[in-house]
């Protein structure tokens, strides 16, 4: 049935349910807020993406017990926090109630089983998407049913056209929504876009349709959508329909085995059913083109198949809770024999990654990288041959000029031989904790393990010299070790230690222990030098870093990595306590989005933060540690680990 009302300039009622549940949703969780089929049984088998929580009362309670929430709620932080939470709902809440005539407190509660958004791919009209929004109330159904009753009413008396829609006897009620309609409330927390001119009936006709917003209840079960093809396939589920599932999918399953049981939230990417999508897009558009390319640009499927992208079949992550600490894991479905280009190194070898015995107890921030180098040149150079020899031969052209360049001052330098030839598979960096008030000036070095390091360092200074032509580098002796000095290039190195833009910084390097070591800060590359006669406490040596790799690595790791909390959120805390938070303050307006014709929002939540009320360090310091991670590859793909564990002070007696 479908009834027409005249328009009145009021915010759409449709919209009280979507953004009251959102950010109802949201608030539950930041105040740090017959049974419905499990999601890979309500989600039909072509979906693309999907987000969930299967069980939103356990991820609630998991929040609440966690570090971070235990921190929002410390007696410490109350100043802070009722200030930003009077904030929130002064500027926020409230008038986004009013515009949408909606208490949010008759929204929080409503999530009780899974929290589900999907995007699925609708068959039958090419490249046509569906989004989806599942929330089980369950004991809260008769709550949303009365939700709903109300929301059609204000419909109605908004003046909207609304039409009803049976979909396998459940009913749906559905509006046409364009951009204008989100709430300003809402509008002045996003870039600000140029404003759509709102139609008339008449001068509608010609223009694009509108999308629409379908909303409504399945037994305990919340359906939004942008479609009813969409909501159908749930539908179709929640009346014992058979279609197939996503859970039928091989990929899928595969991936629900090995890591979605039992996980609290987990997300899921069809990445070939994507990857397809993007191939074929890019290659239509190539052959539409009406101008030949003068520049020969690649067709897109050659460059995704170049790079190894098309090799990618799924993509996953999770987040799990346990006494010991948080584990996260994304994992990229790419099973080995697929691989190409880039995804055949960029896990690294399955060698020795931990801490080696130079890096000091200290050290605030470490990775390791077991990086093949010479692997790694031979991946780029048959990644753009793949693409376009014309792109190889570029690449061979400036090594050439480079050569060149270099044997005006050593005739026996060869590039790929001296520089090329002399890469090893280790990569380490680590950084000390910052001086001052400065949250991003501690001193950090960067290592590259050699089989030949000296022969490294002399290549470098040839490279170097070339890219810093009108300053040469300076030797000088140290521990029996030369040290190379010179202006830093302008090259992003990483890894070479911050500094403010105006402060000119040097560049030291020097071999030794089977690595090129490189600082903008002589101490640390001294310090580093000096290692092999210390007695000094090293990083290994942390209490609890054993305990915690092992929570990450496995026989396939290549990639490892620290970083102390405890220490690097020290200098952040106190630094935006004495009022330097220029990095949590709006900055100027983003160059790429102003050339877009985006503004800035007119609002952001930083501004509500009033970091004076910030109690000190040592009074939140407890809540905080230290995590690790890693990367690695196996079989069936890539995966990189995080773990954080619980800080000593919260561990249960």
């Known amino acids: 049935m479908l009834t027409t009302y005249s328009r009145r300039k009021r915010v759409p009622h449709a919209l009280t349910l979507f953004f009251g549940l959102v950010l109802g949703t949201c608030t539950a969780l930041n105040v740090f807020g017959a049974a419905v089929p499990p999601p890979e049984k309500l989600l039909s088998d072509d979906t693309l993406l999907v987000v969930t929580a299967p069980d939103f009362s356990k991820l609630r309670e998991t929040f609440k017990s966690s570090p971070q929430s235990q921190l929002w709620n410390d007696p410490s932080l109350k100043a802070f926090r009722e200030h930003l939470m009077e904030k929130w709902n002064e500027e926020l809440v409230k008038p986004l109630e009013r515009e949408l005539d909606v208490r949010l407190d ?62 396998r006897d459940f009913e749906f009620s559905i509006v046409s929504l364009s951009s204008n309609d989100v709430p300003a409330t809402l509008k002045e927390f ?24 379908v909303i409504g209840q399945a037994d305990s079960l919340l359906i939004i959508g942008d479609s009813t093809k969409a909501v159908e396939k749930v539908a179709i589920r929640m009346t014992g329909g058979s279609m197939p599932a996503l859970g039928d999918l091989a990929a899928y399953n595969a991936n629900h085995q ?50 190894g992208v098309t090799g990618l079949r ?53 990775q390791r990288w077991r990086l093949d180098g010479q692997k790694l040149w031979a991946t780029i150079e048959k990644t753009l041959k793949d693409i376009s020899p014309q792109w190889l031969n570029s690449l061979n052209m400036a090594l050439e000029v480079a050569n060149t360049n270099a044997k005006e001052k050593d005739p026996g330098f060869d590039v790929r031989k001296t520089l090329i030839g002399n890469l090893g598979d280790d990569i380490v960096t680590y950084e000390k904790a910052a001086k001052g008030s400065d949250p991003k000036s501690g001193p950090s070095i960067f290592l590259i393990g050699s089989p030949k390091p000296e022969d490294l360092a002399a290549a470098l200074k040839s490279i170097f010299n070339l890219l810093s032509p009108t300053a040469s580098a300076t030797e000088r002796e140290f521990l029996g070790r030369k040290i190379f000095s010179m202006p830093a290039p302008s090259l992003p190195l990483p890894m070479m230690g911050a500094a403010k833009p105006s402060a000119p910084k040097t560049l030291s390097y020097a071999a030794s222990g089977g690595y090129v070591a490189m600082s903008t800060d002589a101490s640390i590359l001294e310090e580093f030098l000096r290692s092999s006669e210390s007695q000094n406490k090293t990083l290994r040596e942390t209490s609890g870093l054993k305990e915690a790799s092992q929570k990450v690595t496995s026989p396939g790791t290549g990639l490892f990595g620290y970083e102390n909390h405890s220490e690097t959120m020290r200098t952040v805390f106190e630094s935006l306590r004495k009022g330097n938070n220029s990095a949590a303050s709006p900055g100027a307006p983003n160059p790429i989005t102003g050339a877009l014709g985006i503004g800035s929002p007119d609002k952001t939540i930083k501004e509500w933060m009033d970091f004076s009320l910030l109690p000190p360090y040592e009074k939140i310091a407890k809540y905080f540690y230290f995590t690790v991670y890693s990367g690695g590859a196996s079989v069936d793909g890539l995966t990189f680990k995080m773990f954080a564990p619980v800080p000593p002070a919260l561990r249960s007696k």
């Open 314 to 366: 799924t993509g996953a992550f999770t987040a799990q809770s346990s006494p010991d600490g948080t584990l996260l894991q994304f994992f990229v479905g790419v099973p080995e024999a697929n691989r190409q280009g880039l995804f055949k190194i960029i896990a690294g070898e399955a060698k020795e990654s931990s801490p080696p015995a130079f890096v000091p107890a200290d050290a605030v921030k470490f």
């Open 106 to 167: 008759d929204y929080t509660s409503l999530p009780q089983g899974q929290v589900t958004f999907a995007l699925t791919q609708i068959r039958g009209k090419e490249e046509e998407l569906g989004i989806l929004f599942l929330v089980d109330t369950k004991s809260k159904s008769g709550q949303l049913k009365t939700n709903l009753t109300n929301l059609r009413k204000k419909w109605v008396d908004s003046g909207k056209t609304l039409r009803t829609e049976k979909i």
């Open 258 to 307: 090995a890591f979605f049981r039992d996980a609290p939230l987990y997300a899921w990417l069809n990445l070939k059913a994507v990857i397809d999508m993007l191939a074929k897009s890019g290659s239509e558009k190539k052959e539409s083109d009406a101008a030949p390319d003068p520049f020969g640009t690649p067709r897109m499927d050659k460059m995704l198949a170049a790079f």
């Open 190 to 213: 996003f870039p600000q876009r140029t404003e759509v001119h709102e139609l008339g009936e008449e001068e509608n006709k010609g223009a694009s349709s509108k999308s629409e917003l």
